[in-house]
């Protein structure tokens, strides 16, 4: 079975970081897609970025130049580096992985939440200003 464990997150004001970690277990890292989603309240849960086995890593709009996506493959830990923060951050954010996911024309995985089934619990992070 599949288990993912978020840690990192917390209160930082704006413009400030955090690095969000993903403890993964049970599945072989060669078949998965992992990735970050957030859901801030009132709202529908969003993709933040994906990485397939090898490290080829896909970032919303939203987040790109200022968020990094990355794993140790060694560790089976997910990384979510967040620079330059903004208020619009705000939200909990959730690992996930996925061994069918779809495919971008580049070969990125997908940042749909829909398309993936194995969920961690979540961990906030608020950012003020």
């Known amino acids: 079975e599949v288990q993912l464990v978020e840690s990192g997150g917390g209160s930082v004001q704006a413009g400030g970081s955090l690095r969000l970690s993903c403890v993964a277990s049970?599945?072989?890292?060669?078949?998965?897609?992992m990735g970050w989603f957030r859901q801030a309240p009132g709202k529908e849960r969003e993709g933040v970025a994906a990485?397939?086995?090898?490290?080829?890593?896909r970032y919303a709009d939203s987040v790109k130049g200022r968020f990094t996506i990355s794993k140790d493959n060694a560790q089976r830990i997910l990384y979510l580096q967040m620079n330059s923060l903004k208020d619009e951050d705000t939200a909990t954010y959730y690992c996930?992985?996925?061994?069918?996911?779809?495919?971008?024309?580049?070969?990125?995985?997908?940042?749909?939440?829909?398309?993936?089934?194995?969920w961690g619990q979540g961990t906030q992070v608020t950012v003020s200003t």
């Open positions: 996930a992985a996925e061994g069918d996911t779809s495919y971008d024309e580049y070969g990125r995985c997908s940042v749909i939440p829909a398309e993936y089934n194995f």
């Open positions: 990485i397939d086995s090898t490290g080829v890593a």
């Open positions: 049970g599945y072989e890292d060669s078949d998965y897609c």
